[in-house]
């Protein structure tokens, strides 16, 4: 008992003297690679790209063109509109199809009612304060660690900050993926499933937690996520009815061509499809497919070993259960950003604030977070090419540095589940020794005896 308290402790205690220092730097690294981007195109070459597709389309839906809102064509039309804000009016942007179900295009709308700039400033505010919200839930997941220090740490990692510049709505869906987990804990699979629909915008990053979800036959979940996906696309046939939805599947299919096209950008992912490409360029579809679903399949079945044992939201294997399924996704998803591991910020904090893992776990797991911007964007790019070479990166490649970090904390936190360490399986054992600083006494009825544990 007195190394479980031992271990609370450990992990209860304020970040190291290294924290506030390594994170100014990677903030200075990070905001310095912003200035850079607007000095060298202005907003909405790369600062912003993707707010100009979401907008573009808003466009197109308020034009009352819905069935040409995944067209190109039009897209294209309004998003040239932005060039006159660029530092190259006479060079056109980059378009690229916008994989979102009708209803996102709505729901953008307000954000094209003021001028191009303010738009995308209200965006870039609406994701801050999503990413507030999700600083606060990590805190209370995480022992010892405050607010603003979790807003610091989530803001320099290199998924949310990718996210931020590329104007995603990660923070936003990462605060919905946060509330899956919490009600999932708790046992309102309902609601759990309700907030896990939000991610159907993104379904590639529920390519394993659909079938986990039936395997464990967690019914409730399920058609909580069901009745958010009706909602879904409900809305999205009001608003963009049958040839819009026709559409967007053509749309979704039309990104997932091998090689990509010049937003996809496959070579810049952190999956197993960026890794084969970026170590074999010159591979075909066939034989690059055949792979990515070798090596998807055997990462997956890694992943799904853990959830062989009974479903128990109060056990503390849960939150690293999750973080391994949440990782794994990241990893054999056949598109998936750097931006997609924000996603998961909050099961992966949870595993990070268990202090039952071993610490090489946790070391694993900061690592993928904040290595990454600490060699490319600090080393690589800011202090290599910017203040030694005087020549900045244009692109950001993070295979196979990613890849190798995710296989890393996916082995360790797969080894602390199947092979915990003897106090975790003493607290497992025992349900009322759990890690707590000062746990309170056991009430026991008068007219009962008390039975020694």
């Known amino acids: 008992m007195n190394r ?11 970040p190291r003297w290294w924290f506030y220092p390594l994170a100014v730097l990677l903030l200075v690294s990070w905001l310095d690679r912003v200035w850079l981007l607007l000095q060298a195109g202005g907003p909405f070459r790369v600062v912003g790209i993707d707010w100009t597709m979401y907008a573009s389309q808003a466009l197109v839906l308020r034009a009352g063109e819905p069935q040409w809102m995944y067209d190109l064509g039009h897209i294209e039309s309004y998003l040239q509109t932005l060039a006159v804000y660029t530092t190259n009016p006479a060079e056109p942007l980059s378009v690229g199809p916008v994989p979102y179900v009708p209803v996102f295009a709505w729901l953008m709308i307000p954000f094209t009612m003021v001028p191009p700039i303010p738009g995308l400033m209200l965006w870039t505010a609406l994701n801050l304060i999503a990413l507030a919200w999700l600083a606060y839930r990590v805190s209370r997941e995480v022992p010892g660690l405050q607010p603003l220090q979790a807003l610091l740490a989530l803001l320099v990692s290199f998924p ?73 696309l409900v809305t999205s ?16 299919a039309a990104s997932s061509d091998w090689g990509g096209s010049a937003l996809a950008s496959p070579g810049q992912m952190i999956n197993w499809r960026a890794l084969i490409l970026n170590l074999r360029p010159s591979i075909g579809p066939t034989s690059g497919l055949l792979l990515v679903l070798v090596a998807g399949f055997l990462s997956a079945a890694a992943a799904l070993v853990v959830w062989r044992a009974a479903w128990a939201a109060q056990s503390w294997t849960l939150a690293p259960r999750v973080a391994v399924l949440a990782l794994t996704t990241v990893l054999v998803s056949y598109h998936s950003h750097s931006h997609g591991l924000a996603l998961f910020a909050l099961p992966v904090a949870a595993s990070l604030g268990e202090p039952r893992l071993r610490r090489v776990t946790r070391t694993a797991i900061l690592a993928l977070l904040f290595l990454p911007s600490l060699i490319i964007i600090t080393g690589q ?73």
């Not at 360490?421 to 349900?431: G, L, M, V």
Request: hydrophobic letters at 55%; proline letters at 8%.
């Open 381 to 453: 790019h800011w202090l290599w090419r910017e203040v030694i070479q005087h020549q900045p990166v244009d692109v950001l490649i993070w295979s196979p540095l990613v890849q190798i970090l995710l296989m890393v904390a996916i082995g360790c936190l797969l080894r602390d589940v199947l092979s915990p360490k003897p106090e975790a399986i003493a607290a497992e054992i025992h349900p009322a020794r759990q890690l707590v600083p000062n746990p309170a006494p056991r009430l026991v009825a008068s007219h009962q005896p008390s039975v020694p544990e």
């Open 4 to 14: 479980l308290r031992n271990l609370y402790a450990l992990a209860a205690r304020r």
């Open 237 to 252: 046939l009001l608003v963009g009815g049958m040839p819009a939805l026709s559409a967007y599947a053509s749309s979704v």
């Open 160 to 232: 949310m900050a990718i996210g931020l510049i590329a104007a995603q709505p990660t923070a936003i869906l990462g605060c919905a993926v946060a509330e899956w987990y919490l009600a999932m804990r708790s046992d309102r699979d309902f609601k759990a499933g309700l907030w896990l629909a939000v991610l159907l915008l993104k379904p590639q990053y529920g390519v394993l937690i659909a079938p986990v979800l039936i395997w464990k036959r967690r019914w409730n979940m399920v058609l909580g996520v069901l009745c958010g996906g009706v909602a879904i």
